[in-house]
């Protein structure tokens, strides 16, 4: 299920990516790879602010949905 599913707060574990290669390699240069722990940290009008290796990243929620976790 995609990123955005998850709820404010939670954990999850990313299981891939999906887009182009762009996206992947954009995404996978944040640190969203495959096995990586990702927490919603907050969600306000479609803008996501996450938690991944330590690093707060935001994100739209376009490229969120990419995310499946």
């Known amino acids: 299920?995609?990123?955005?599913?998850?709820?404010v707060g939670q954990s999850?574990?990313?299981k891939s990516i999906q887009g182009k290669?762009?996206?992947?390699?954009?995404?996978?240069?944040?640190g969203f790879t495959a096995?990586?722990?990702v927490t919603v940290i907050s969600e306000n009008g479609g803008s996501?602010?996450?938690?991944i290796k330590g690093s707060?990243?935001?994100l739209d929620r376009s490229?969120?949905?990419r995310i499946h976790v």
Do not use: Q
């Open 1 to 7: 299920m995609p990123l955005t599913f998850i709820r």
């Open 12 to 14: 999850a574990s990313i």
């Open 21 to 30: 290669d762009n996206t992947k390699n954009f995404l996978g240069s944040l």
């Open 35 to 37: 096995g990586e722990t």
């Open 48 to 51: 996501y602010i996450l938690c």
């Open 56 to 58: 707060r990243v935001a």
């Open 63 to 65: 490229m969120a949905m």
